[in-house]
T-cell receptor
Framework: DAKTTQPTSMDCAEGRAANLPCNHS???????VYWYRQIHSQGPQYIIH???NNETNEMASLIITEDRKSSTLILPHATLRDTAVYYC???????????????FGQGTILTVHP | AAGVIQSPRHLIKEKRETATLKCYPI?????VYWYQQGPGQDPQFLIS???????DKGSIPDRFSAQQFSDYHSELNMSSLELGDSALYFC???????????FGQGTRLTVV
């Protein structure tokens, strides 16, 4: 699986947008970008995923660059409850021979402050 | 909506004892993954099962074994426990055709 690089930590003011970058310059054509977060020792929580088009759901938006070498997770209106470790993970489409395991690297500690 | 259920939530064992962790996947999910997360570390993949067969293996010690049963629940068996086995153990499940996996709330194992 392609390696990802994320900032170690970021801060964001409550109510503002949080933009979390991820570099995945070795991503291959059949690999998706997934974002999960982990709030203080709870189980990791799925946020969003995408292949090459920008994606949006009720939690966040995912912007993937045209060359797919980097992406940005956007939390449009961060709240204190969004304080967590955010993981960007690249993984082959689970419908293929891979059985979809997630390889967690060092994520970004996002701290949302009042 | 039903989530992944793990039991027990907390477990305290002594060195050299045995522990069994259980995972009940979301209904109709056919794949189960086990992860270990040590203090201050990121989750590390241990092992996975698809349709009751082992599908992938990560950094799982030989002292650990796991299986998936006919009802799709899974158990992680840990023997000869060491202090270094103290960690959070997460189970995740996924349904073939859907790409995202969902995690349980974990079992906190403390070895004393």
């Amino acid at each position: 699986d392609a390696k990802t690089t994320q900032p170690t930590s970021m801060d964001c003011a409550e109510g503002r947008a949080a933009n979390l970058p991820c570099n995945h310059s070795t991503i291959s054509g059949n690999e998706y970008v997934y974002w999960y977060r982990q709030i203080h020792s709870q189980g990791p929580q799925y946020i969003i995923h995408g292949l090459k088009n920008n994606e949006t759901n009720e939690m966040a938006s995912l912007i993937i660059t045209e060359d797919r070498k980097s992406s940005t997770l956007i939390l449009p209106h961060a709240t204190l409850r969004d304080t967590a470790v955010y993981y960007c993970i690249v993984r082959p489409y689970a419908g293929g021979t891979s059985y979809g395991k997630l390889t967690f690297g060092q994520g970004t500690i996002l701290t949302v402050h009042p | 909506a039903a989530g992944v259920i793990q039991s027990p939530r907390h477990l305290i064992k002594e060195k050299r004892e045995t522990a069994t962790l259980k995972c009940y996947p979301i209904p109709r999910h056919d794949t189960v993954y086990w992860y270990q997360q040590g203090p201050g570390q990121d989750p590390q993949f241990l092992i996975s099962f698809y349709e009751k067969m082992q599908s992938d293996k990560g950094s799982i010690p030989d002292r650990f074994s796991a299986q998936q049963f006919s009802d799709y629940h899974s158990e992680l068996n840990m023997s000869s426990l060491e202090l270094g086995d103290s960690a959070l153990y997460f189970c995740a499940s996924r349904k073939t055709g859907n790409t995202e996996a969902f995690f349980g709330q974990g079992t906190r194992l403390t070895v004393v």
